[in-house]
Nanobody, 123 residues
Framework: QVQLVESGGGLVQAGGSLRLSCAAS????????MGWFRRAPGKEREFVAA?????AYRDSVKGRFAISRDNAKNTVYLQMNSLKAEDTAVYYC???????????????????WGQGTQVTVSS
């Protein structure tokens, strides 16, 4: 069992930055894949970024967002720069006890989820 807790969300102006954190506990491994998804109002949950032995981002955040992890702290981060109004969403942390890449974008492939943290970008 893995527990995930997100933090760092908030309200920012367009063009600003936020760093989200996700602390993992329980049966975690350094080889676990970790990722970020988001759900905007009225829309489906969508893939944002993930890291395992490789890193992937959705096209709309490339060059603006960066995912990283600190295995010693069992924590994954999402640095978000140049934020846009369309980035407004609840952001969720996810983990899976295996490595991968092709399956990253699909929520059903992830085993554990955090409760989400709200990110609001004002224009």
């Amino acid at each position: 069992q893995v527990q995930l807790v997100e933090s760092g969300g908030g309200l920012v102006q367009a063009g600003g930055s936020l760093r989200l954190s996700c602390a993992a506990s329980g049966r975690t491994f350094s080889s676990d894949a970790m990722g970020w998804f988001r759900r905007a109002p009225g829309k489906e949950r969508e893939f944002v970024a993930a890291t395992g032995s490789s890193i992937a981002y959705r096209d709309s955040v490339k060059g603006r967002f960066a995912i990283s992890r600190d295995n010693a702290k069992n924590t994954v981060y999402l640095q978000m720069n140049s934020l846009k109004a369309e980035d407004t969403a609840v952001y969720y942390c996810a983990s899976q006890n295996r490595d991968g890449s092709w399956w990253f974008p699909h929520p059903s492939n992830w085993a554990y989820w955090g409760q989400g943290t709200q990110v609001t970008v004002s224009s």
